[in-house]
Nanobody, 124 residues
Framework: QVQLVESGGGLVQAGGSLRLSCAAS????????MGWFRQAPGKEREFVAA????????RYVDSVKGRFTISRNNAKNAVYLQMTRLKSDDTAVYYC?????????????????WGQGTQVTVSS
């Protein structure tokens, strides 16, 4: 089992940048694929980015490609989401998810463990 805690959210102007962090506790973090998802008010939780346990595979939703970068540091039990050129459409609560698999799935239902989320608000 793994516990996840997100941080780094906040209020930023359009065009700005933020770096989200997700700290994991528990054993065998390096065997988990990790994902970032987001949920805007009145909408379902949606996939943003995911990374395989060894960082060899990364996936992104089309709307963030070229702007967001997912990375991880297994020695620190952490995964990150660097967000640049932020837009008002990026406003949402961002969640970190973990699944004990080598496949960085884009499906919400594939992830068994979730953090509490961190709010990102982009003002235009």
């Amino acid at each position: 089992q793994v516990q996840l805690v997100e941080s780094g959210g906040g209020l930023v102007q359009a065009g700005g940048s933020l770096r989200l962090s997700c700290a994991a506790s528990g054993r065998s973090f390096s065997t988990y694929a990790m994902g970032w998802f987001r949920q805007a008010p009145g909408k379902e939780r949606e996939f943003v980015a995911a990374i395989s346990p060894g960082s060899s595979i990364t996936r992104y939703v089309d709307s963030v490609k070229g702007r967001f970068t997912i990375s991880r540091n297994n020695a620190k039990n952490a995964v990150y989401l660097q967000m640049t050129r932020l837009k008002s459409d990026d406003t949402a609560v961002y969640y970190c998810g973990a699944r004990q698999s080598g496949d960085p799935s884009q499906s919400v239902s594939a992830y068994a463990y979730w953090g509490q989320g961190t709010q990102v608000t982009v003002s235009s």
